[in-house]
């Protein structure tokens, strides 16, 4: 070793005096890499842009699935279903991500990996969250959320370290948290599903799950058929830690509304553009509409969590 | 003082053209210190780096590939190590764990069996790639955090031998090399002048001692 000492000095003399950057031990962590930079990001947008402009003037849900995929494509699709079963245009907001705000890039030691980006979307006068994710390393990077912030909101600050990698939150980790991000969308959608669940305490108020209340009681008030709503989380892939030492975390809920027509009647869903394209015709016996909805949520180190966002809507639906 | 100047500047001309000709010759005219050709072998048709096989960051480096007998269809790409291992999986290899310098390599085979998930030509996120017909060179900046080499055969097979030149890029340093060389000269010139010179003495300080009627000139 102390042979190599004068070659190597030399050749660290020789290569500054050549005006190369001198060799030097490595810093950076070569077993794990930031899922994507915000380069990578604005590259990923504007390839989404011009897929999204394409697919919202054909209303073709195949030029979606190029740049979206799982509840969100969901979403997305059933919109342009809507569209084109209504004829009608307003089913389907346009969506143009302009300004990248603020990216939100995990460090990852091996594939799936998913990074999200705030940004505004000009096309419906939003904010949205929006996350990327590629599923291998052959695999291209797909949107598979996108909730709307409230308001046109911005993001708390989540944690990044030195590298510019955000600090991920298991799905099941509780640690310094009032409760684990899965424990929260759980309790959620436990919150949406009784108005007189436990849950409602540990979430402040927000005019999702008050309107989403207001509906189901206007629904339960129908005198031709019983009406019934249930939420299901789904595992929770997407979870942060925000420098004010809680998380930030996007899940998704499946909702599911069941009508059950009572004898001699029918439901013609008769101002439900959404229902009517699914189920159209009339419903004599029951009928059942599905819908994705993905929500935005701040968890505290103590205290209720907070919904920044949703984005949702109908995705299927069966009757007879 | 003056034969200490001397000396100095004696000493710091030499040391330039030293440096400046170790420079020069090392770099070349191609403002490239390369090292090989060597011989890397693998029993497949694919050769990687491992994570931590090279341990440096900093200049700009060339990768020249040849491979050796039969021109072979060459990819050339460099990744960082989680895109790379995530792309070949467990297809059998031989890998480059440790570089010494000048050149040494310590290998080993892994991979337990299986195929690359798609060919190396159909994703995007190398930093630098190249390929060719018996030859191809890659030319790359060595990041911070590392990257893994794949050096494979595009059309498969087995027994991939390759020679590979690995080479340091400084563009100028021969100029600046050869510009030391004459500088260091001329410095060492005048250094050798001011030390051998006898200069006349002139001045107040020249007349010390010899006090001649009317004071100091």
């Known amino acids: 070793m102390r042979r190599r000492w004068p070659a190597a000095a030399l050749a660290c003399l020789v290569l500054a005096l050549g005006g190369c950057s001198l060799p030097h031990a490595r810093t950076g962590d070569a077993t794990s890499k930031v899922s994507a930079r915000p380069a990578e990001v604005s590259s990923l947008l504007d390839s989404y842009n011009a897929a999204r402009r394409r697919g919202d003037d054909e209303r073709d849900p195949s030029i979606l699935r ?20 209504s004829g009608s ?29 705030l940004v ?50 298991p799905a099941a980790g509780a640690e310094r948290l009032a409760m684990s991000p899965q424990e929260a969308v759980d309790a959620y959608a436990r919150a949406l599903s009784d108005p007189a669940a436990v849950e409602q305490d540990r979430f402040e108020q927000d005019d999702f799950r008050s309107g989403n209340a207001d509906f189901r009681e206007a629904q339960q008030e129908l ?96 009757g007879s | 003082m003056r034969r200490l100047g001397g000396i100095c500047l004696l000493a710091v001309g030499a040391l330039s053209v030293l440096l400046g000709a170790v420079l020069a010759v090392a770099f070349g005219p191609d403002d490239r210190l390369a090292t090989g050709p060597h011989v890397v072998r693998s029993e497949t048709s694919l ?57 040494a390599l310590t290998t080993s085979q892994v991979g337990t069996g299986g195929t690359p998930r798609a060919s190396p030509l159909d994703v995007q996120w190398w930093y630098a790639q190249a390929e060719g017909d018996g030859r191809a060179v890659l030319t790359w900046t060595l990041p911070e955090y590392g990257g893994d080499v794949v050096i494979a055969d595009l059309d498969g097979g087995d027994e991939l031998s390759v020679d590979v030149t690995a080479a340091v890029l400084a563009p100028g340093a021969f100029v600046v090399g050869a510009a030391m060389v004459v500088i260091g000269l001329g410095v060492a010139v005048f250094g050798w002048a001011v030390l051998t010179t006898r200069v006349r003495p002139r001045g107040v300080h020249a007349n010390r001692g010899e006090p001649t009627e009317g004071g100091a000139k």
């Open chain 1, 66 to 85: 190029r740049v979206e995929t799982g509840p969100l494509l969901d979403i997305d699709a059933g919109a342009y279903f809507v569209s084109a079963r």
């Open chain 1, 89 to 117: 245009a307003e089913a389907v907001q346009p969506v143009q991500l302009a300004g990248l705000l603020t990216t939100v890039g995990p460090r990852f030691t091996r594939y799936p990996m998913w990074v999200g980006a």
């Open chain 1, 120 to 169: 505004d979307d000009v096309g419906s006068g939003t904010r949205r969250f929006v996350v990327f994710e590629r599923r291998h390393s052959a695999a291209p990077w797909l949107m598979t959320a996108g909730p709307e912030l409230a308001g046109g909101s911005g993001l708390p600050a989540v944690v990044k370290d030195e590298g510019g990698a955000a600090d991920h939150v």
């Open chain 1, 223 to 318: 005198q031709y058929a019983s009406f019934s709503q249930r939420w299901e989380a789904h595992p929770v892939r997407y979870a942060v830690r925000l420098e004010d030492g809680g998380a930030l975390v996007v899940g998704t809920l499946t909702r599911t509304d069941t009508y059950r027509v009572q004898p001699e009647s029918f439901i013609d869903w008769e101002g439900n553009a959404a229902a009517k394209a699914y189920l159209p015709g009339r419903v004599f016996r029951s009928a059942q509409l599905t819908f994705r909805h993905q929500v935005l949520m701040a968890i505290p180190e103590r205290g209720k969590a907070r919904l920044l966002g949703q984005y949702g809507g109908v995705v299927d639906g069966r």
């Open chain 2, 47 to 103: 050769i990687t780096t491992g994570p931590q096989a090279i341990a440096l960051a900093g200049p700009r480096v060339e990768l020249a590939v040849t491979s050796s007998g039969e021109p072979r269809n060459l990819f050339v790409g460099v990744g960082h190590h989680v895109d790379v291992s995530d792309l070949l999986g467990e297809t059998p290899r031989t890998r480059v764990d440790r570089i010494d310098l000048p050149w």
